[in-house]
Structures are given as structure tokens and as C-alpha cells.
């Protein structure tokens, strides 16, 4: 297996990403559709373990390894991150409003983070087995 460059397609993610936070923020989404961060960690931990598992294997051309490998990396970036994240999200709302957010909300957040991370794992799982048996 040979080096790949990263994927145009993580990039229009972490942009699409971007572009819809910076909207979220912008236009209070976050407030007003109490629902709408579902979604963005979703993405955020899809971006995350895909971005990782390139860094890990199709970046130095190693080829995939078994599936509990690449579920595992998948992890470690999704909710590894996840955890930064939410760790620095308590910071800042304790420093800004004086509390931190509550724990249901933080464990959905990391849910879905997880659940992101899970389906770039299967996806890419699915996608090798395939490429083995053509």
C-alpha cells in the first residue's frame, strides 16, 4: 500500500464544520435548537477518527489492520478528544458564566462523539473486507 495525501474529503468536513459552528454562533443555534450539538459532535468525532486513522495508516502506506485495531484508534481519537474537549468546555463556562454545563449534557456530547467514532470505524471495516474479497 502506498502513501496517500490527506483526504479532500476530511477536508470539506472539518470545513463544513467549521463553517456551521461559526453559524451556530453566530445565530445562537446552539440556544435556540437545544438539539443542534447532536449532530455537530457526531461529525466532530467522525472528522476526528477519520483524520486519525489517515495519520495512523494511509498516510506512511501501512496497510489496515483487524477490525478491533481500527475501532480501537477510532476511540481513542473520538472520545480522547471528546474528553479534552469537554474538559476545557467546564473550564470556560466556569470561568464565563460561573458554572460548569451538566453531566447529562456531557455525556451525550461524548455519546456522540463515541457513536462518530464507531461509524468511521465500521464504515472503514466494511470498506477493507470488501476490498480483500474482490
Known amino acids: 500500500m502506498q502513501p ?6 476530511l ?9 456551521t459552528n461559526w453559524l451556530a454562533e453566530v445565530y445562537f443555534w446552539y440556544w435556540r435548537m437545544r438539539w443542534f450539538d447532536i449532530p455537530m459532535h457526531f461529525l466532530g468525532g467522525v472528522w476526528l477518527a477519520a483524520a486519525f486513522l489517515w495519520w495512523k495508516y494511509a498516510r ?14 477510532s476511540l481513542i481519537a473520538a472520545v480522547g478528544i471528546g474528553l479534552i474537549w469537554e474538559v ?12 460548569a454545563s451538566r453531566m447529562s449534557g ?12 464507531i461509524t468511521v470505524a465500521v464504515w472503514v471495516g466494511v470498506r477493507s473486507q ?5
Do not use: C, M, Y
Open 106 to 117: 456531557t455525556i451525550k456530547d461524548l455519546f456522540f462523539d463515541t457513536l462518530g467514532g
Open 130 to 134: 470488501n476490498n480483500i474479497h474482490k
Open 88 to 99: 476545557i468546555q467546564a473550564g470556560l463556562g466556569l470561568e464565563t458564566v460561573g458554572h
Open 60 to 73: 506512511k502506506g501501512n496497510p489496515l489492520p483487524h477490525f478491533t485495531k481500527i475501532l480501537g484508534a
Open 4 to 9: 496517500r495525501s490527506f483526504p479532500v474529503s
Open 11 to 19: 477536508l470539506v468536513l472539518i470545513t463544513f464544520i467549521a463553517v
